[in-house]
């Protein structure tokens, strides 16, 4: 039902009239020294491509690199450990995985799901008139990187920063799912403006965002004019520029710099009716989710994207 054209988050293959399955595997290289934080989130990054495409997870295979001769093996006890706690909280089962001998260590998950064939949800059924509404804030990427390079203590990082990170997308997309709504996309590597430009592609249609509403994590501005970056900005750039960006405000180039920032374990980007877009926050926010903003709306025009 959903294969590499739309360039989704997930696979699905419809297996009966009720059931379909969805099929997606993600693993990244540590974003924090920590192992426990590291197993919680990339975990909850791997899982959230199963929600965002309307599923529930049910089952999660491990995909681990380790070097087992540099790093003792409680680091890797650590990483499996936070990893287990967060399919747990999911609510689906880890039933195995695979382990191979690496420089780097890489940690990850293949997670499999299942929707009603009728119900998933696409990055690419958003309609003129809708709203958007993003769920996390922005701007982890640098905050990553500042904390590497010693302009942000990592305790700092992890009071403001990581609990967001680990959370889980599950109740953003079962608040959200009570709604008419249209397509969805969790916000990772490409950021903000590259996932958007999914969108705008998708239902052949322009974005407009407002830059003014975008959540950002605290410090995240300020590291920018602090001189740090990410190695994924100058490539987000790119490729947004290729594809009809107008910038209709005034911003620094810092400021700038947040719109191409890479997410780890972002947020989800929901696009909706406009008019039911005030009742999703709502809903959003009794669910427990602590963050939920409008940030911009699908407009019939050409494919692109517009910040306002």
């Known amino acids: 039902m959903v294969g590499i054209e ?5 696979a699905v293959y419809k ?9 997606t595997v993600d693993f990244i290289t540590p974003p924090v ?17 199963v929600y965002s495409m309307g599923g529930k997870p049910l089952t999660a295979l491990n ?16 990483i499996l450990r936070g990893g287990h706690d967060k399919v747990v909280e999911a609510g689906a089962c880890l039933v195995g995985g695979h382990t191979v001998d690496d420089e780097e260590p890489k940690y990850g998950l293949c997670v499999n799901g299942v929707v009603h064939p009728e119900r998933v949800i696409t990055n690419a059924g958003s309609r003129p008139g809708d709203a958007l509404i993003l769920t996390k804030p922005l701007g982890s990427g640098v905050l ?4 590497r390079s010693g302009k942000m203590p990592f305790a700092e990082l992890e009071r403001d920063t990581l609990p967001s990170l680990a959370a889980l997308n599950g109740k953003a ?3 959200a799912l009570g ?14 403006l590259g996932h958007l430009l999914e969108v705008s592609h998708g239902c052949n249609a322009r974005v407009i965002v407002n830059y003014r509403n975008l959540p950002f994590y605290s410090g995240a501005l300020d590291m920018y004019r602090k001189g740090e970056t ?15 960006l107008g910038l209709e405000v005034s911003l620094d180039a810092s400021e700038e710099e947040l719109l191409y920032d890479p997410q780890t374990s972002g947020g989800l980007l929901l696009s909706l009716p406009g008019e039911q877009a005030d009742a999703l926050i709502a809903a959003l926010g009794k669910a427990g989710v602590a963050v939920a903003v409008k940030i911009g709306e699908v407009v019939d025009d050409s494919v692109g994207i517009t910040v306002v």
């Open 6 to 10: 739309t360039a989704d988050d997930a």
């Open 15 to 23: 297996l009966t009239d009720e059931i379909a399955m969805i099929n």
């Open 33 to 49: 020294d920590d192992p426990y934080w590291f197993g919680q989130i990339s975990a909850a990054n791997s899982i959230s491509d």
């Open 63 to 78: 995909v681990v690199m380790f070097p087992s001769k540099h790093l003792d093996m409680g680091f890797l006890k650590d």
């Open 144 to 147: 990553f990187n500042s904390v």
């Open 173 to 175: 997309m079962e608040a």
């Open 179 to 192: 709604f008419d709504l249209h397509a969805c996309t969790d916000v990772t590597g490409f950021g903000i």
């Open 230 to 244: 990410t190695g994924s900005n100058k490539a987000n750039r790119a490729m947004v520029a290729k594809h009809h």
